[in-house]
């Protein structure tokens, strides 16, 4: 059973504001993900980090930041939300010498 | 420029009825994923095909790998309303990347 955590849930946000999503794992995985989803559509890699103090941007341009300062934590952070952030934010991650990805519940973000 | 496909994009099947949904990718990856999304739900991994000519099977789904022709499928047998759905594919962006690229996906819906 994989133990991936991300929070909030659900987000709804102005315009302008600074906002982080949490995503944490239990199972000391070293690689882990972060993809963007609109509804009804397919998931586009955003950001990846092969373990602590790596971080890559993914094929989707996004102007989130994220960090990895220990194993467990991959926060991502939008310095100034705008509505075209709208969509879903799933975290995902993958064991050491593993292919498989076990994903998140999600964040669903609303920028009004 | 790194593609996959599927096809169909939507499906609307009869309980009882086959059917398969196929996977085309343009990467040299030599393994594959198939996931399952329910709706505002986040992904389930389905199968982990590892090399050409793989076979997994789990119930009423069937997948198989031809890493000659680029191509996955995923069969459905005797279709039941629980395996309405999204169903997506996803490669290595290349052989031996952890990155990888998902598929269109394709919606499913089983009728009773």
């Known amino acids: 059973e994989a133990d991936i955590y991300q929070t909030p849930r659900y987000l709804v946000i102005g315009t302008g504001k600074k906002i982080t999503l949490e995503c944490s794992q239990t199972?000391?995985?070293?690689?882990m993900y972060w993809y963007q989803q609109d509804p009804g559509m397919e998931l586009h890699l955003i950001h990846y980090?092969?373990?602590?103090?790596?971080?890559e941007k993914g094929d989707l341009s996004s102007e989130s930041t994220v960090s990895r300062i220990r194993t467990e934590h991959f926060p991502l952070t939008l310095e100034s939300a705008r509505p075209s952030h709208t969509s879903q934010y799933l975290c995902?991650?993958?064991?050491?010498?593993?292919?498989?990805?076990?994903f998140g519940p999600g964040t669903r973000l609303t920028v009004t | 420029e790194l593609k996959v496909e599927q096809n169909p994009l939507f499906l609307s099947m009869q309980e009882g009825k086959n059917y398969t949904i196929y996977c085309n990718y343009s990467?040299?990856?030599?393994?594959l994923y198939w996931y399952r999304q329910d709706p505002g739900k986040s992904l389930e991994s389905l199968f982990v095909l590892l090399s050409n000519g793989a076979v997994k099977q789990e119930g009423r789904l069937m997948a198989s790998l031809d890493t000659k022709a680029r191509l996955s499928t995923l069969h459905i047998t005797a279709a039941v309303h629980d395996l309405s759905a999204t169903y997506f594919c996803?490669?290595?962006?290349?052989?031996?990347?952890?990155?990888?690229?998902f598929g269109t996906g394709t919606r499913l819906k089983v009728l009773a």
């Open positions: 995902a991650s993958s064991a050491h010498g593993s292919y498989e990805q076990y």
């Open positions: 199972m000391g995985h070293d690689k």
């Open positions: 996803a490669p290595p962006c290349t052989s031996g990347t952890y990155k990888y690229i």
């Open positions: 980090s092969y373990g602590v103090n790596s971080t």
């Open positions: 990467t040299t990856s030599d393994r």
